[in-house]
């Protein structure tokens, strides 16, 4: 059974950090391009940053310069190092790992996500 399970989050001032982690089991992520994906209240889903298995990255504009994404893929584990955190940050984080289809099946896996709220 794949589980991805994530933690680090938290209630953080403007300006604050948080690093979020995502502890997977039942994968190896190593394969897998890893991606950090946040829904706001009345917002849709959006990606906010991924890491391929070469560990190319993307980063959603807005979190460019102040978010960093990266694996450790001994732990079997991705990260998510927020700086200079803004209340337009506040959302629900959630960890995705993504294979594709191979064989006509799908390879794509969520977190439960962890609360992130900036406040003051």
Known sequence: QVQLVESGGGLVQPGGSLRLSCAASGISI????????????GKQRELV???????????EDSVKGRFTISRDNAKNTVYLQMNS????????????????????????YWGQGTQVTVSS
């Open 30 to 41: 190593n394969v897998y391009t890893m991606g950090w994906y946040r829904r706001a209240p």
């Open 85 to 108: 955190l803004k209340p337009e940050d506040t959302a629900v984080y959630y960890c995705n790992a993504n294979l594709g289809t191979v064989w006509a099946v799908k390879y794509n």
């Open 49 to 59: 940053a991924s890491i391929t298995s070469t560990s190319n990255t993307n980063y």
